[in-house]
C-alpha cells in the first residue's frame, strides 16, 4: 500500500489561494479590483516585470537580467501617481536590493502591504 506523503510546503510557508502565491496577495487583489470598480485607482495589473540590470557576461558566461516582479501596479486617480505594490510576509536581503534598484533605476517606491 502506498503512503500518502504530506504536502511540501512552500518556502516561507503560504498558502495558495484562488490563483494568488499567497491568501494575503488573494485579499489585495479583492481589495484593489473593488477600488479600480469604484473609480479610485485605474489600469490595475498583476505581475509586472521590470529589469533592473540587463544580462551580461561575465567570465564567460551569460547571466539572465536581474528582475523584480511586482504583485500589482496600478495609477492612484487621488495621488496621481503610479504605485508598484508588493504583498510581504517579511522582507529578505535579497528583496531589500531589488527595492533600491527600483528606486534607483526605475524612480519607483514600493508600497509594501
Known amino acids: 500500500m502506498p503512503v500518502k506523503r ?10 495558495k489561494t484562488d490563483g494568488y502565491s499567497s491568501k494575503k496577495e488573494a485579499k489585495r487583489a479583492a481589495e484593489l479590483k473593488l477600488l479600480e470598480r469604484a473609480g479610485h485607482i485605474t489600469g490595475l495589473r498583476e505581475q509586472v516585470i521590470y529589469i533592473l540590470a540587463p544580462s551580461v ?3 564567460g558566461r551569460k547571466r539572465p537580467p536581474i528582475r523584480y516582479v511586482a504583485d500589482f501596479v496600478y495609477w492612484d486617480v487621488e ?17 531589500n536590493l531589488k527595492r533600491h534598484l527600483m528606486k534607483s533605476v526605475h524612480g519607483i517606491d514600493i508600497l509594501e502591504t
Open 6 to 15: 504530506p504536502k511540501k510546503l512552500s518556502k516561507y510557508r503560504s498558502v
Open 57 to 59: 557576461v561575465v567570465q
Open 79 to 95: 495621488d496621481q501617481i503610479k504605485v508598484a505594490e508588493d504583498c510581504k510576509g517579511f522582507r529578505t536581503p535579497i528583496y
